[in-house]
């Protein structure tokens, strides 16, 4: 069965730190891959996707970047935290013949103080 | 530009009572409208979906209906129970492109008093 796997749980950081959250996919190839912020009132907001090794898209132009150095593994990369980074970030992926359901992770509660 | 506008923000119903969560959408392209359950502290897991050639699906104790004339569709929950507690986000997506990405709702918090 797939798995994914998301971490941290939690995350304190000051402004102007940099930032790595990973997230690893298992028992599935080739998946699409997916990064989400939720702020509290404003939703799922999808931030990158990923259809293949390298290939990123990003939806908002922001201060965050994303990478897939394999085919299983998405991280999302900062190199100075600002106070509006703070939130809920979620990593997801689908299957890339039907992209219709999103399977979550559990999230990064990231604070940036 | 907020595609898919939710509505309410949050919602108190007793035991066995039938909220009723509401999405709307601008974008006639779209062809799949899901909804998504999260619970605290935990991702969004895919709860029931339509397509726009059914007017309602029924999963269990939840029900989607759909109006494609108005460009709306809602979540009703019946004999709702505590455990159906949560965050519930409608979206949508067109699948018929090359490449469909879910546009979410805002989300609806959603308690359920015993």
């Known amino acids: 069965s797939q798995t994914i796997h998301q971490w941290p749980a939690t995350l304190v950081q000051p402004v102007g730190s940099p930032l790595s959250l990973e997230c690893t996919v298992e028992?599935?190839?080739?998946?699409?891959l997916y990064w989400y912020r939720q702020a509290a009132g404003r939703g799922l907001q999808l931030l990158f996707y990923?259809?293949?090794?390298?290939?990123i898209s990003s939806e908002v132009p922001q201060n965050l970047s994303a990478s897939r150095p394999q085919d299983r593994q998405f991280i999302l990369s900062s190199k100075k935290l600002l106070l509006s980074d703070s939130g809920f970030y979620l990593c997801?992926?689908?299957?890339?013949?039907?992209?219709?359901?999103?399977?979550f992770g559990s999230g990064t509660q990231l604070s940036v103080l | 530009q907020q595609q898919v506008k939710q509505s309410p923000q949050s919602l108190i119903v007793q035991k066995g009572g039938i909220p009723i969560i509401n999405c709307a959408y601008e974008n006639t392209a779209f062809d799949y409208f899901p909804w998504y359950q999260q619970f605290p502290g935990k991702g969004p897991a895919l709860l029931i979906a339509?397509?726009?050639?059914?007017s309602e699906k029924k999963e269990g104790r939840f029900t989607i209906s759909f109006n494609k004339s108005a460009k709306q569709f809602s979540l009703h929950i019946m004999d709702s129970q505590p455990g159906d507690s949560a965050t519930y986000f409608c979206a949508a997506a067109n699948y018929g492109g090359s490449q469909g990405n879910l546009i979410f709702g805002k989300g609806t918090k959603l308690s359920v008093k015993p």
């Open positions: 028992g599935t190839s080739n998946p699409n």
């Open positions: 997801a992926w689908s299957n890339g013949v039907n992209n219709e359901k999103l399977f």
């Open positions: 339509i397509r726009p050639d059914v």
């Open positions: 990923s259809v293949g090794i390298g290939q």
